[in-house]
C-alpha cells in the first residue's frame, strides 16, 4: 500500500508541476466564460459609435417620428428629401446610413432599405424592423376605427414567458428553468467525456512512456505490475480531480463575480437595457423603446430568478453523481487505455484499439446531446444504464429529475462492470509492458487474460 | 551455504518453453556467472528470480527459505535495457526508485549523498535525466540498485556503454560490494568479465543447463591435454607421435610452445624428452579461455 502512495505521489507531482496543466487549469474557465460572455459583450456594444441616421420618405409622412431615437442611434427624418440626392452627398453627410421607406411598405413588408457604407449591426435593424411593425400595426387597426385606440393597445400590450415549476416528493414547488437544465446538462455531459478522455489516454501515454523507455522493468522488479498500473491511474486521476475542483471554484468565482456587477450596475439603465434582454431570447421589450425605465425592475427580478432556479438544480446530487461517475467512468477507461497502451510498442500502434474504445465514449456523448432535447427517451434511459456510456449520459439526464432508483441501478451496474475491467486490464497490462517487438492483436490480449502468474 | 537456490524451474510462453528445469545454486558471496547465447531463456530466469514472472514449475530460495514477494527489497535488479524517466530530475528519480524499495525518503538521501559523491556524479543532481550521456545515466541505475543495499545483487550486461576507466570503477564497485557481504548473479556476453569476477557459471542453452561449475574448474577440465612450454634462448623442437605443436613463437630471447600431448603418455615422459633441446623455464596446463568454452560447448550442442 505505501508503494502504491509512492507511485501515485510521482505519477502526481509530476504532472501538476508542468506548465501545460498549469496553463489549461487557468485558461479553460476563462475561455469558457469568455464563449458565453464574449458574444453577449458583441451584441451590447455592438454600436460602439453613435450613429445618425437619416429617414426619408417618397412624398408622404407615414413613418414620420415612429422610430425612437435610443442611446446609441438617432434617427433624424429629412421631409422632401429625395433618396437619389441624399446618396450623391452621402459621403460628406455625415450620416451613418439612409432609410428609405417606400409607400409600399404599408402592403409589401419589404419595401424598407437601410442603406449605409458599412454592414449595419444586426440589433439595429431588428429595432427599426420592431418599430415600423408594430407602426403598421397600428395604422391598419386604425382603419378598423376603433374608438381609443391608443388606450386600448396600452392596455393589451403583454409579455408572456412560461415559468417552469417542478414539483418534488415532498409536494413542494421549486421554480426550474429548461433552459437551465439544458445548458446543465450539456456542460455536465461534455465534461465527463473530456475528463475521461483526457485523462484517459494521459494512462496511456503514461504506460507507453514506461514500456518503450524500459522502466517498466526496474520498477516491477520493486513492486506488482497491477501497484504500478493503479498507481499510475489513480495518480492521473487526482490531477483530473484536481483540475475539475479548480475549475468548479474558478467558474463559481467568474459567475458570483459577474453577478454582482451586472446587478449592481442594472441601476443604470445602461447595462439592464441591453444584458438581461439578450440573455433572455425572445424578448423583444426594446422595441418600444420608451419604456427603458419602467421595465428596469422586472428584468432584474427576473435575472435574479434566473440565478435562482439554478441553485435549485438538486447540486449536492450532481456532484456526487458526477464524483461518482467520473472516477469509476474514469477507472474503466483508464484500465482499458493502460491495457492498450501495455500491449503496444509505441503510440502508432494503438490505433487498431482505440476505435472500439472511441465509439462508447463518442456514443455517449451523442446520446447526451440527444438527450437535452428529450431527456425521457428510452435511448437515454438505457444508455444511462449500460456502463459504457452512463457516465456521460447519465449526468446529462440528472439536471432533469433521474429516479432514485434509476441511479442506484445504473450505479451498482457501473461498479460490477469496472471492478471486472480492471481485473482484466491488470491481467492483460501485466504480459504486455514484458512483450517487445510483437504486434499485438485483440486475440493475443485474449489469450494473456488466461495466463498465470 | 547457498545464499539462492532454484530448483528445477520451467517456464512456458504459449507453446515455447523458455526454461526447463533449470536448477541454480549460489554461495554466499560469490558472483555467479549467468551465461548463455541470445534468446536461451537468461531474461525469463532473471525475471523469475526477480518475481516479475513467476515460474510454471520449480521453487525459488533464499536464505534457505522460500521466496516470497516482500524479498523484493533484498534484492537489486540491473537490468540489461537500463530505463530511467528521461523528463525526471535525476536526484528525484534516485528517490523515487529508492523509496521503492523500501527506503525511508531521509535514509534514501543520505545513502544517495554518499553514492552520487563516491561515482562523481553529484553535480548532476538537479539535471533531467536527458541531459545525461549514457554512460551518466548508467552510473545513475548502478547506484539506484544497489543502494538499498540488497544481499542479492543481478547485474544483467553492467558494463555495456561505459569506457574501459567507468568499466573499471564499476568492476571495482561490484568488487567492494562483495566484499562488504553481497551476493551477486552477473549475466553477460563479455567472457574476459566473467574470467575476470566470477567464481562460479551456469550455461544455459536453449532453455536447458548445460554446463555449471566453478570457473577454474571448468576450465581445467577443458583444458584438454594442452600446455604451455617456455625455453630458454632459441629453440627448436618438432611434432611427434607424443605431442603436437598448435603455436610457437620468440619472445625476449624465450622460445614459447603450445603442445597438444597424447593422453596415452605421462607428462614426466615428455618433460624427459624434451629437456634434451634446452633450458625449460616453465612447463603449465594451458587453460582455454571462457569465449573459446562458450563457443565449442554451444557449437557441440548444436
Known amino acids: 500500500m505505501n508503494k502504491i502512495s509512492v507511485i501515485i505521489k510521482r505519477e502526481y507531482v509530476t504532472r501538476v508541476r508542468k506548465k501545460s496543466f498549469i496553463i489549461m487549469t487557468i485558461l479553460a474557465p476563462l475561455l469558457m466564460a469568455g464563449i458565453i460572455i464574449i458574444p453577449t459583450l458583441l451584441m451590447t456594444n455592438q454600436s460602439g459609435e453613435f450613429k445618425k441616421i437619416a429617414v426619408v420618405e417618397d412624398n408622404s409622412d407615414l413613418f414620420k417620428g415612429v422610430i425612437k431615437n435610443t442611446k446609441d442611434a438617432e434617427f433624424v427624418y429629412l421631409e422632401n428629401t429625395k433618396v437619389d440626392d441624399l446618396k450623391k452627398t452621402f459621403e460628406k453627410s455625415g450620416f451613418y446610413g439612409i432609410l428609405y421607406i417606400s409607400p409600399e411598405l404599408v402592403n409589401t413588408p419589404n419595401a424598407v432599405y437601410l442603406i449605409s457604407s458599412k ?20 395604422q391598419k387597426l386604425l382603419a378598423y376605427k376603433i374608438e381609443n385606440l391608443d388606450d386600448i393597445m396600452k392596455n393589451v400590450e403583454t409579455n408572456v414567458t412560461v415559468q417552469t415549476k417542478k414539483l418534488d416528493e415532498s409536494g413542494v414547488e ?70 475539475f475542483m479548480i475549475w468548479i471554484f474558478l467558474t463559481i468565482g467568474i459567475v458570483g463575480f459577474l453577478k454582482t456587477t451586472i446587478l449592481s450596475k442594472s441601476g443604470a439603465t445602461e447595462i439592464t437595457q441591453s444584458m438581461p434582454q439578450n440573455l433572455m431570447a425572445g424578448n423583444q421589450q426594446t422595441a418600444t423603446g420608451t419604456t427603458q425605465a419602467a421595465e428596469i425592475s422586472p428584468q432584474i427580478a427576473e435575472f435574479s430568478k434566473m440565478f ?146 | 551455504m547457498s ?32 551465461l548463455g547465447p541470445n534468446g536461451a ?89 536527458e541531459e545525461l550521456s549514457k554512460g551518466m545515466q548508467q552510473k545513475v541505475q548502478f547506484v539506484t540498485t544497489v543502494l538499498h543495499e540488497p544481499k542479492l545483487l543481478i547485474f544483467d550486461e553492467p558494463f555495456t556503454g561505459f569506457d574501459p576507466l567507468n568499466t573499471n570503477i564499476i568492476k571495482n564497485e561490484i568488487l567492494f560490494l562483495r566484499e562488504r557481504g553481497a551476493t551477486i548473479i552477473f549475466s553477460t556476453h563479455n567472457m574476459e568479465s566473467v574470467e575476470e569476477l566470477c567464481d562460479n557459471i551456469t550455461l544455459i542453452n536453449k532453455a536447458k543447463t548445460i554446463l555449471e561449475g566453478g570457473v577454474n574448474e571448468i576450465r581445467s577440465k577443458w583444458a584438454a591435454n594442452e600446455y604451455d612450454l617456455v625455453f630458454d634462448g632459441n629453440v627448436e623442437i618438432e611434432g611427434n607421435s607424443h605431442y603436437n605443436i598448435l603455436k610457437k613463437q620468440n619472445e625476449n630471447n624465450k622460445s614459447i610452445f603450445r603442445l597438444k600431448t597424447s593422453s596415452s603418455i605421462s607428462t614426466n615422459d615428455i618433460l624427459q624428452n624434451l629437456m634434451r633441446s634446452g633450458n625449460i623455464i616453465s612447463f603449465n596446463p594451458a587453460l582455454p579461455s571462457m569465449n573459446e568454452i562458450f563457443i565449442r560447448v554451444i557449437e557441440t550442442q548444436n
Open chain 1, 174 to 243: 421549486k421554480g426550474t428553468s429548461t433552459g437551465i437544465a439544458m445548458a446543465l446538462a450539456y456542460i455536465l455531459g461534455f465534461l465527463m467525456y473530456m475528463l475521461v478522455f483526457i485523462f484517459g489516454a494521459q494512462v496511456m501515454r503514461g504506460v507507453i512512456e514506461e514500456k518503450t523507455s524500459r522502466v517498466v522493468e526496474v520498477i516491477i522488479s520493486s513492486v506488482k505490475p497491477v501497484q504500478l498500473m493503479m498507481g499510475k491511474i489513480i495518480g492521473i486521476a487526482l490531477v483530473g480531480l484536481t483540475q
Open chain 1, 119 to 138: 454592414q449595419p449591426p444586426i440589433g439595429l435593424l431588428t429595432y427599426i424592423e420592431n418599430s415600423l411593425k408594430k407602426e403598421i400595426e397600428r
Open chain 2, 41 to 129: 531463456g537468461k531474461t525469463t530466469f532473471i525475471r523469475i528470480i526477480n518475481q516479475i514472472t513467476g515460474p510454471d514449475k520449480g521453487e525459488l530460495f533464499l536464505d534457505g527459505r522460500k521466496l516470497m514477494p516482500s524479498d523484493v527489497q533484498l534484492i537489486g535488479y540491473l537490468p540489461e535495457e537500463r530505463g530511467l524517466y528521461k523528463k525526471m530530475k535525476v536526484g528525484e528519480q534516485a528517490l523515487y526508485f529508492a523509496q521503492l524499495k523500501g527506503l525511508s525518503k531521509a535514509e534514501a538521501m543520505r545513502r544517495l549523498k554518499y553514492w552520487f559523491k563516491k561515482l562523481d556524479i553529484i553535480d548532476w543532481w538537479g539535471k533531467k535525466v
Open chain 1, 308 to 453: 435562482d432556479n439554478a441553485m435549485n438544480q438538486p447540486w449536492g446530487l450532481i456532484i456526487i453523481c458526477f464524483i461518482f461517475y467520473f472516477v469509476t467512468g474514469y477507472l474503466l477507461y483508464a484500465s482499458v487505455f493502460a491495457a492498450i497502451g501495455s500491449a503496444v510498442d509505441n503510440e502508432t500502434e494503438t490505433q487498431q484499439f482505440m476505435l472500439p474504445v472511441t465509439i462508447p465514449i463518442i456514443l455517449g456523448l451523442m446520446v447526451a446531446m440527444g438527450t437535452m432535447q428529450n431527456p425521457e427517451s428510452s435511448l437515454s434511459f438505457w444508455c444511462s444504464i449500460i456502463p459504457l456510456t452512463s457516465p456521460i449520459v447519465m449526468m446529462a439526464r440528472l439536471p432533469f429529475g433521474v429516479p432514485y432508483w434509476q441511479i442506484i441501478i445504473s450505479m451498482v451496474i457501473m461498479l460490477l462492470t469496472f471492478a471486472s475491467f480492471v481485473w482484466m486490464a491488470a491481467k492483460v497490462y501485466r504480459t504486455g509492458i514484458l512483450m517487445y517487438g510483437k504486434k499485438t492483436s485483440w486475440k493475443e490480449m485474449w489469450k494473456w487474460l488466461r495466463y498465470s502468474g
Open chain 2, 3 to 34: 545464499l539462492f537456490e532454484a530448483k528445477n524451474v520451467s517456464k512456458q510462453y504459449g507453446s515455447q518453453l523458455a526454461l526447463d528445469n533449470v536448477s541454480i545454486s549460489v554461495p554466499e558471496q560469490c558472483i555467479y556467472g549467468l
